[in-house]
């Protein structure tokens, strides 16, 4: 069974930093990998998906690599704005048990100071 | 706008209640999820369909059942047999497994 591992599972930067998000899963057999990012009491917003085949996937500031056979994939945020305080949650994509299901972490509540 | 809804955005049930959360979504993706999420947990899976009238249950389909009778629409009871159902429930969809997740901005159920 898949399992996703977040870390830091918090962390507070002063605006203008650049930083770096963990995800790490148990399965590496994935189809892909989605990133999102939910403010506090709302849905989840895609932010990058990066197939398997692939090495990074680029999307203004914010920029998702995937090393697949190691299980880890990282988020790195550019230049950081007090707009990107909110919870960063991943989830690889495994087809089996649960279909084409999304299996989550618990996330990175980042927050960023002005 | 193309996107998920979902209805209502707060909903009250008292002890002993069903309740039934309305997803829709007109993206014409295939498959539709259910997840429920917990203060410090991560996303759990509570039912997904592929297709229409195809559903599977998930992690924790305990006291809960769905319906997918249109393809556009998935919705989700709470039963009376759930007996924690106080939670931030999430629906999403998508169409194929090459493509990205969509979620709904959330409903936010409350015993009372």
């Known amino acids: 069974k898949q399992e996703v591992t977040q870390i830091p599972a918090a962390l507070s930067v002063p605006e203008g930093e650049n930083l770096v998000l963990n995800c790490s899963f148990t399965d590496s057999a994935i189809y892909n990998l989605q990133w999102f990012r939910q403010d506090p009491g709302k849905g989840l917003t895609s932010l990058l998906l990066?197939?398997?085949?692939?090495r990074e996937q680029t999307s203004g500031r914010l920029n998702a690599s995937l090393d697949k056979s190691s299980g880890r994939s990282t988020l790195y945020i550019a230049a950081s704005q007090p707009g990107d305080s909110a919870t960063y949650l991943c989830?690889?994509?495994?087809?089996?048990?649960?279909?084409?299901?999304?299996?989550f972490g618990k996330g990175t509540t980042l927050s960023v100071s002005s | 706008d193309g996107g998920i809804t979902q209805s209502p955005k707060y909903l009250f049930r008292k002890e002993g209640q069903n309740v039934t959360l309305s997803c829709e979504q007109n993206l014409n993706h295939d498959a539709m999820y259910w997840y429920r999420q917990d203060p410090g947990q991560g996303l759990r899976l509570i039912y997904y369909?592929?297709?229409?009238?195809?559903?599977q249950k998930g992690d924790i389909a305990e006291g809960y059942s769905v319906s997918r009778e249109k393809k556009e629409s998935f919705p989700l009871t709470v039963t009376s047999a759930q007996k924690n159902p106080t939670a931030f429930y999430l629906c999403?969809?998508?169409?194929?497994?090459?493509?990205?997740?969509?979620f709904g901005q959330g409903t936010r159920l409350t015993v009372v």
């Open positions: 369909s592929q297709i229409v009238n195809d559903f």
């Open positions: 989830a690889p994509l495994n087809l089996g048990r649960a279909g084409t299901a999304l299996i």
């Open positions: 990066i197939q398997s085949s692939q």
């Open positions: 999403a969809s998508r169409n194929g497994v090459n493509t990205e997740a969509f």
